[in-house]
């Protein structure tokens, strides 16, 4: 071998000779090669297969949600409405009685404090509970205050009047109490000199 032959072997690995230790490695027979190929391409085939099924799965599935939750959200309400139902019967037959001639004012009265109480009940068994913290300290997570009063019946800090009665449901507030606070007794006087 010249040096041209040697340097040109170097550079090219492709051209090199097999190490003189070791001996090629054997040739695999063409019929094993291509059963390899072929249980190759079968298994890529069926893989892609399961992929394909996989994705119409999957947006088979994102559909339904879309669907059930379209569903959910327009007849969730449903069961509250069926217990107010009762409620809107009641209050159609209060505004009959109150259209009759010489209607009773104290008995109607009484007759819408009941289906007011109806309606509670009904919410309350909804969990929707009232914010009422008439006398109670002031909690800014629970109530909005609109205003402060001095009072001398009532300490510094708590709440004096309830403009608007505030509700919770299952714990969450859904709107805040809107109270008057207490600053105390107002400060005396001190005369002029």
Known sequence: MNETESAST???????????????????????????????K???????????????????????????????RQFAASKVLEYLLP?????????????APNADLKTLVGGIGMVAEQLKASLASHGLKEVNPLGQPFDP???????????????????????????????????PASVIVSTGAAPAATPKA
């Open 10 to 40: 170097e550079s090219n690995p492709q051209n090199a000779a097999p190490p003189a230790s070791g001996t090629p490695p054997p040739a695999l027979p063409e019929t094993d090669l291509s059963a390899e190929v072929a249980a190759a």
């Open 42 to 72: 079968k298994e890529a085939a069926d893989n892609y297969d399961r992929y394909v099924r996989s994705v119409a799965d999957m947006d088979n599935f994102r559909r339904r949600t879309v669907r059930e939750k379209d569903e959910l």
């Open 87 to 99: 409620v809107i019967d009641n209050l159609a037959l209060g505004i009959a009685a109150a259209k």
């Open 141 to 175: 997570n629970l109530h909005e205050a609109i205003s402060q009063q001095p009072s001398a019946e009532i300490a510094e800090g708590l709440v004096v009047t309830v403009v608007r009665t505030g509700y919770t449901l299952n714990g969450r507030l859904l709107r």
